[in-house]
């Protein structure tokens, strides 16, 4: 029987593939490393499985969150991951690509359960296809955050067309975005989804 400091020592060289990939990513977009990413991607279990970029020790912009993006596929021990306030004013440093990495990474690895992309200004041209995949496809995500961003109508309707089949999420929250509120037949449609989802508890 393998002991635990065993199994440590498996986890630890995996974080050490991971966190060789990130800076591989980041030498190839000419970006600094983020500090507590990197050691987040070498010891998870030191950081309580979690990361969020409100932690985050250095400045971010468009090629840094890319490279954060590119590393999460690699992420193996999180279970949680916040990347929450990245824009610069009303532009979102989230790019439609990254969004689609994030999502395929997501999928991949099954043992994420919270993503939190709150505060992100992700409108509807750069996630709405994207939010609906996450849904559709079967992972491990049972905690979706995506409060104070510009979603509207095209992304509200493709993720309730998502949820109806979706038995693993459990807390959504889509709370301070404006633009949904120009779905005349929202409340309409959540309730219609809400009997036919049952393991959806909490729709904010």
């Known amino acids: 029987v393998r002991s635990s400091s065993a199994f440590r020592s498996a986890s630890d060289f995996r974080e050490s593939q991971g966190s060789e990939r990130y800076l591989r990513i ?111 496809q079967s992972n491990g995500v049972s905690s979706l955050v995506l409060a104070h961003n510009a979603l509207g109508v095209d992304s509200g309707k493709m993720m309730l067309a998502a949820l109806e089949g979706n038995k693993v999420l459990r807390c959504l929250d889509v709370s301070c975005n404006p633009r949904l509120a120009e779905w005349p037949s929202m409340a309409k449609d959540l309730e219609r989804m809400v009997k036919t989802n049952h393991t959806l508890s909490g729709l904010t």
Do not use: F, N, W
């Open 26 to 136: 980041c030498r190839r977009l000419v970006v600094l490393p983020e500090p507590l990413l990197l050691r987040t991607l070498r010891a998870p279990y030191d950081y309580g499985g979690a990361y969020s970029t409100t932690a985050a020790e250095a400045s971010l912009d468009a090629d840094a969150v890319r490279a954060l993006v590119s590393a999460i596929d690699y992420a193996k021990g999180l279970h949680t991951i916040r990347l929450v306030g990245l824009r610069r004013g009303s532009t979102p440093l989230l790019s439609k690509d990254s969004l689609i990495g994030l999502v395929r990474a997501v999928q991949s690895a099954k043992a994420i359960s919270t993503l939190d992309l709150s505060d992100d200004a992700l409108d509807d041209a750069i996630a709405a296809q994207q939010l609906q995949a996450l849904l559709a």
